[in-house]
């Protein structure tokens, strides 16, 4: 399997290509919602502990992937200011059948949330 | 914020210590208002001995400890190893990425 992860500042994207032999392609975008702990926010700050939070997210793809038969995953993860309703985590999971891609990005998104040395706070809306 | 020096660790009774590099990330660091600091620490260095060591100079990271993993060297630290001379030691406090 192709595993690509990346950290980054900015807007994230991925180019629009497929593998070869690819019948599915699960696609999962993390969005900033407007509300945190119940305080209404405009963004939110994430910081990640680099490089371990990219190593992990490397090891955690490969570790499903002996599970999971799939023939690629990107991640790309945003870090910095993320305003609201923007991408904070792009998971692109392609393979051959739809059951495995969804499998490998669902337990990607749990062990992320468990395992990834990345931290969000919010940042105060301004009046 | 900032990294600093800690110059007023006491070295261990056997009078041997190392430095580790330490650092802070989400809520310790909000907590710390700091990046991190060099720890001296007797060695070799369990992991009991450096919570001791840094509980000593930062009181306030009790309340956080049970939630918190050490990661020596980009990677979690396991059960039973030992912090060597110039480990970078991280506090990884519950993440919330993604």
Redesign the interface.
Known sequence: MVVDVAIQTGPLDLPDDLPPGAGAVVRFE?RVRPEEKEAIIEALD????L???Q?QMEKIVRDLGHAHRCLRARVR?RVGRVPVGET??LVEVCAAHRAEAFALATAF?DR??????????AAAQQQ | MAFSVAPSVAPSRAGETHLLRV?F???V??LLKLDGFDLACPAPCPAEAFWRELLARFPEVEMLRPGIRL?RN??FLGENENLQPGDEV?L??P????
């Open positions: 993390g994430y910081e990640a502990y490089p371990m939070a190593r993860h904070a985590i998104m992320v949330k468990q395992e990834v040395p990345i931290w969000k706070s | 650092r990330f989400g809520p660091r909000t990661a980009g990677e991280a990884i406090p993440v919330s990425g993604g």
